[in-house]
Antibody, heavy 119, light 113 residues
Framework: EVQLVESGGGLVQPGGSLRLSCAASGFTFSTYWMTWVRQAPGKGLEWVANIKQDGSDKYYVDSVKGRFTISKDNAKNSLFLQMDTLRAEDTAVYYC????????????WGQGTLVTVSS | DIVMTQSPDSLAVSLGERATINCKSSQSVFYSSSNKNYLAWYQQKPGQPPKLLIYWASTRESGVPDRFSGSGSGTDFTLTISTLQAEDVAVYFCQQYYTPPWTFGQGTKVELK
């Protein structure tokens, strides 16, 4: 059974940093692109970042470029999102998701971890 | 960026009736070389993550009931729930994966009438 479990969320002050983790199991992690998607409270979904199977390619939404870094450790079946210079508008539930093998849909999602940026 | 616009924002449907949700993209998400539309639909229930329903605009994900169907091409797409069940009350999102940044529609809330 595919499982994605996020951790690392919490309350952080504006300008601060946080590192999110996603533990994957039930599939061959090293063969999939992985994604972070966020959802502000009561709002819609926003794709944040993608990373290729071996970590060699990464893509980000413009609003987080230069502040967030996506990475993965295939040996530990883990996905990460390093978030620096956080802003109030980064407040959201952050979901880890697996990209469909042959296209850009997202076929498995974690339960999400809440990041709150506030003083 | 491709803007995805869903309509309506919400709709109330009686049990057993049809629900229709529309999604319009600001540019075509049809890739002629693959003859596919790069569009997916998701269902999100309160307190849960989204669940993939449809990809390639009309291919149902494994395990998704056949009362859910997707149609459309180019810039105009539709998700249809043929006979609404109580468990279908949720918010539905469309997503384009034609080009980054991948973008989602604002969501359509389906409620019981």
């Amino acid at each position: 059974e595919v499982q994605l479990v996020e951790s690392g969320g919490g309350l952080v002050q504006p300008g601060g940093s946080l590192r999110l983790s996603c533990a994957a199991s039930g599939f061959t992690f090293s063969t999939y692109w992985m994604t972070w998607v966020r959802q502000a409270p009561g709002k819609g979904l926003e794709w944040v970042a993608n990373i290729k199977q071996d970590g060699s390619d990464k893509y980000y939404v413009d609003s987080v470029k230069g502040r967030f870094t996506i990475s993965k450790d295939n040996a530990k079946n883990s996905l990460f999102l390093q978030m620096d210079t956080l802003r109030a508008e980064d407040t959201a539930v952050y979901y880890c998701a697996r990209k469909c093998y042959t296209n850009g849909c997202l076929d498995y999602w974690g339960q999400g971890t809440l990041v709150t940026v506030s003083s | 960026d491709i803007v995805m616009t869903q309509s309506p924002d919400s709709l109330a449907v009686s049990l057993g009736e049809r629900a229709t949700i529309n999604c319009k993209s600001s540019q075509s998400v049809f890739y002629s070389s693959s003859n596919k539309n790069y569009l997916a639909w998701y269902q999100q229930k309160p307190g849960q993550p989204p669940k993939l329903l449809i990809y390639w605009a009309s291919t149902r994900e494994s395990g998704v009931p056949d009362r859910f169907s997707g149609s459309g091409s180019g810039t105009d797409f539709t998700l249809t729930i043929s006979t609404l069940q109580a468990e279908d009350v949720a918010v539905y999102f469309c997503q384009q994966y034609y080009t980054p940044p991948w973008t989602f529609g604002q969501g359509t809330k389906v409620e019981l009438k």
